[in-house]
């Protein structure tokens, strides 16, 4: 009986923890309306940086203007994401050359100094400006303004098991691991609890809280890669 009974009390406390977690369809919607109407304005507001970005890269690195990635999303789902490219043409080729260099732990790759970032890149990738274009795949649906950073398809066959529930949600274009310093998270364990922690209290509010941090941080060229 008091199996039965234990049995009893984790299924009820179970669901009131999935109901806890679980986004409302009606906040889902609105999340998607923000994420349409939040890209455009960005898009018009940032209109002058995108063009500046066009243009500066066109004259001072030879290749294409826009870089373009296969990236994991929701479910497992691969889409192609967009960005103003900040390094040089041939970039991913070159990988393998510094890889003795990569400075975090886990299934991710990132260079302190990276020697493959063009000097306008550095601007590009300080201001942020080289993940506007990224705002076309909000706008499509592929991604949110807010939630985890999309992974490549090779981080993703290394993830270990909890850290899958990462991709649950919609990537986005930013997240918790931004405004939490990411230049000074190397442990991607500490940065998958992050983003857990943000799919398990995640609120309207919160997606508010961290645009508006993002924002601040953007400003003051805190944390850029």
């Known amino acids: ?22 986004p409302l369809p009606l906040r889902l919607a609105l999340k998607r309306l923000i994420d349409i109407i939040g890209s455009v304005l960005i898009f ?17 690195s030879p290749g294409p203007i826009i870089f373009k990635q296969k990236r994991i999303g ?21 990988q393998a050359a510094i ?4 400075i975090m732990s886990g299934p991710v790759f990132k ?8 000097p306008l890149g550095k ?6 400006i080289d993940e506007l274009p990224q705002l076309w795949n909000v706008f499509k649906g592929e991604m949110s303004l807010v939630g985890p950073r999309p992974p490549l398809r090779s981080e993703v066959e290394q ?6 529930r990462r991709l649950s949600v919609k990537p986005g274009l930013t997240c918790l691991w ?3 310093g990411r230049n000074n998270i190397i442990n991607f364990d500490k940065w998958v609890k992050l983003d857990l922690q943000y799919i398990d209290n995640w609120s309207l509010s919160l997606d508010l809280l961290i645009l508006l941090k993002t924002v601040a941080i953007v400003l003051l060229g805190i944390g850029a890669e």
């Open 1 to 22: 009986m008091r199996t039965h009974h234990h049995i009893y009390i984790s299924w009820i406390l179970s669901f009131l923890i999935l109901r806890k977690i679980a």
């Open 44 to 60: 018009i507001v940032f209109s002058p940086l995108i063009l500046f970005a066009l243009i500066g890269i066109k004259l001072t």
């Open 74 to 94: 929701k479910d497992g789902e691969e889409f192609t994401i967009y960005k103003f490219r900040s390094m040089i043409h041939n970039a991913e080729k070159l």
């Open 99 to 102: 890889a003795d260099q990569n």
């Open 111 to 118: 260079v302190k100094d990276d020697p493959r970032i063009t």
């Open 123 to 128: 601007l590009l990738r300080k201001t942020s």
């Open 159 to 164: 993830y270990k098991g909890w850290q899958r």
């Open 178 to 180: 931004q405004i939490n």
